[in-house]
T-cell receptor
């Protein structure tokens, strides 16, 4: 299974943008890049996903490197409610639902 | 549209007892996934079920654990003869058409084994 590498923790100030990096140098050509986040005492929540092109939705943006070996989740204006563990996950092309969660990045947002 | 519902939210069992965890997927979703999160660890995939079928159980422990998703009713994760090492948060997720879709997770069941 392809592996992802994320920083253990990051800090941000409220109302400022946050860039959460993820390295996935062993990604295969058909792996999708998914991001989920988990708030304390809750289940993971889908944030965004993409294959090759950059993606935007109401929660965040996903910037994918041209060689697909890394990606960045962008929160445009962090709020206190964005404090969570953010997981970068590679979803294989096979249809198994087997998401491989790493340790993720714990994001702290300071008021 | 209610989200993925899991119950109970907290479950306490003594060693050797059985634990039954329930998961009702979102309306219209026929694919269910179970994950386990041990203390201070990341989530680990356990099993993927579609109505009445187990699609992938590669993450299930070989003994004492079973899962089903009957034609009618919720999905059940069953743990027989629980041990302290089974203490964890168990999360269920669902999707409408299959694993390539985004998954919707429930709030989990926290199992504590005394």
């Amino acid at each position: 299974d392809a592996k992802t590498t994320q920083p253990n923790s990051m800090e941000s100030n409220e109302e400022e943008p946050v860039h959460l990096p993820c390295n996935h140098s062993t990604i295969s050509g058909t792996d999708y890049i998914h991001w989920y986040r988990q708030l304390p005492s809750q289940g993971p929540e889908y944030v965004i996903h993409g294959l090759t092109s950059n993606v935007n939705n109401r929660m965040a943006s996903l910037a994918i490197a041209e060689d697909r070996k890394s990606s960045t989740l962008i929160l445009h204006r962090a709020t206190l409610r964005d404090a969570a563990v953010y997981y970068c996950i590679l979803q294989p092309s096979s249809n198994t639902g087997k998401l491989i969660f790493g340790q993720g990045t714990t994001l702290q947002v300071k008021p | 549209n209610a989200g993925v519902m899991q119950n109970p939210r907290h479950l306490v069992r003594r060693r050797g007892q059985e634990a039954r965890l329930r998961c009702s997927p979102m309306k219209g979703h026929s694919h269910v996934y179970w994950y386990r999160q041990l203390p201070e660890e990341g989530l680990k995939f356990m099993v993927y079920l579609q109505k009445e079928n187990i699609i992938d159980e590669s993450g299930m422990p070989k003994e004492r654990f079973s899962a089903e998703f009957p034609k009618e009713g919720p999905s059940i994760l069953r743990i027989q003869q629980v041990v302290r090492g089974d203490s964890a948060a168990y999360f269920c997720a669902s999707s409408p058409r299959g694993a390539r879709e985004k998954l919707f997770f429930g709030s989990g069941t926290q199992l504590s084994v005394l």
